[in-house]
């Protein structure tokens, strides 16, 4: 797989690609915040109007995705959020640029990254054998993981020790190191079969949204999914204001804190291939998810910047992460289970689509909350409010899962 200069040129352009959007994540906030003294109202938005995209266009990306040569879209969207992320840093030496503005480029961003993160899974299956598919997504993976790790420590220390448009500079460079990785793949792809046309396509969108919601084990995956997309989402904006304005944290600091989630991932993979045939699907979700959520109460009692006050924000993003992965990777293992071969992409569409469609909305939340109750104090509730995840998944049939995953009678899907 390796000897494949193809799929190396792959990795290296996914690899520059993820960090690009991992750094730009951290850094367009701490924009706002630092050069643009925004507010937690105005923070809220811009948050939320990254992750609109995701709620527009994830039910529809795949889709299209498959009706295009990949390389075609890791290119264009490589070279769209270059530019976008060079006039940032551009207006923002000269000093004319402002929310609205960051605005929109935020929202152009995460558009782009949705169409991305597809096309580079797709790209794979196309480029590398069957028997290769393992090593290779494993690669892509590890070096998403890698991004999560250094990406928001990469963006803190930039706006940190140089500037905000420095961070925003350096995310278009790494945006412009995938294009031109991508860019010298060969152009030998196939063009998938164009058929069918928008009904067909609305009819198996319809189709998966209709197997989830029947589901009973799906239909709890997409509750407390949405639970948490949502509350996470409002705890994340709080957060971002808490820990520089009330712990008095650099921006290095800041980014540090939050790329100890990379770390806790990792963990949690090792420990989703142990735990859940050992003590049970259903309590291995519950309990993962509880302990990781209801650990984020601690972070408003913190106070002052101290060794200390660090060390315990580490200690508990770290925590956080690890349950978190170990959450996801068990809930994927159950959909993959219950779900027929012919709906399988439908189906994790859909669960994204009811997670991720809620996380706008509560990154809103999160700056009303903070305007109206203090940083600290909003803090609080949002914290709490992620334990209605675990809450939803202790009352559903995702509890009772024992040490085997669930069968599904039908491992094909309907004929469309």
Do not use: K
């Not at 270059?82 to 840093?89: F, H, Q, W």
């Not at 460079?173 to 030998?188: D, G, K, N, Q, Y």
């Not at 420990?271 to 859940?276: E, G, H, I, S």
Request: net charge positive; hydrophobic share 55%.
């Amino acid at each position: 797989m390796w000897r494949d200069r193809a799929f190396r040129r792959l990795w290296v352009g996914q690899s520059a690609s993820q960090l690009g959007e991992h750094t730009a994540v951290i850094m367009l906030p701490l924009f706002a915040v630092v050069t643009l003294n925004a507010d937690a109202g105005e923070l809220g938005v811009l948050r939320a109007v990254g992750q609109v995209p995701v709620l527009m266009f994830s039910l529809f990306a795949g889709a299209w995705v498959d009706r295009w040569r990949t390389r075609t879209v890791l290119v264009l969207t490589d070279a769209g959020r270059a530019l976008l992320l060079g006039a940032v840093a551009s207006a923002g030496l000269l000093g004319g640029f402002g929310l609205p503005a960051l605005f929109v480029v935020a929202f152009a961003v995460g558009a782009l990254s949705v169409f991305f993160d597809v096309a580079y899974q797709v790209s794979a299956v196309r480029m590398v054998t069957r028997d290769q598919l393992v090593c290779a997504n494993s690669a892509l993976e590890g070096s998403r993981s890698a991004a999560q790790l250094g990406g928001p420590a990469l963006g803190g220390a930039l706006v940190s020790l140089l500037s905000a448009p420095v961070a925003a500079a350096a995310g278009a460079a790494l945006f412009a190191v995938s294009f031109l990785s991508i860019r010298r793949i060969p152009r030998t792809e196939t063009i998938p079969e164009r058929a069918g046309g928008v009904p067909r396509l609305w009819r198996r969108v319809r189709e998966g949204l209709g197997f989830v919601v029947r589901d009973t084990s799906l239909r709890a995956v997409c509750l407390a999914s949405a639970a948490f997309q949502f509350s996470f989402s409002a705890v994340m904006t709080a957060h971002l204001l808490f820990l520089p304005r009330e712990l008095q944290l650099s921006g290095t600091t800041v980014g540090l804190t939050l790329a100890a989630t990379g770390p806790g991932a990792l963990l949690g993979s090792l420990l989703a291939a142990r735990l859940p045939s050992r003590f049970g699907y259903g309590t291995v979700l519950v309990s993962a998810a509880a302990l990781g959520d209801g650990l984020f109460l601690c972070v408003p009692a913190l106070h002052g910047s101290s060794v200390m006050t660090v060390s315990a924000l580490l200690g508990i993003t770290a925590v956080f992460g690890a349950t978190g992965q170990l959450v996801n990777v068990t809930v994927m293992a159950v959909r993959q289970a219950v779900t027929p071969d012919g709906m399988q992409g439908r189906a994790a569409a859909t669960i994204t689509f009811a997670g991720m469609g809620a996380a706008p909305l509560g990154s809103l939340f999160g700056g009303f909350l903070a305007m109206q109750c203090g940083v600290r104090t909003a803090l609080l509730l949002t914290a709490a409010g992620m334990l209605s995840s675990p809450v939803v998944m202790a009352l559903s049939p995702l509890a009772r899962l024992g040490r085997t995953l669930p069968t599904t009678a039908h491992r094909a899907g309907p004929r469309t």
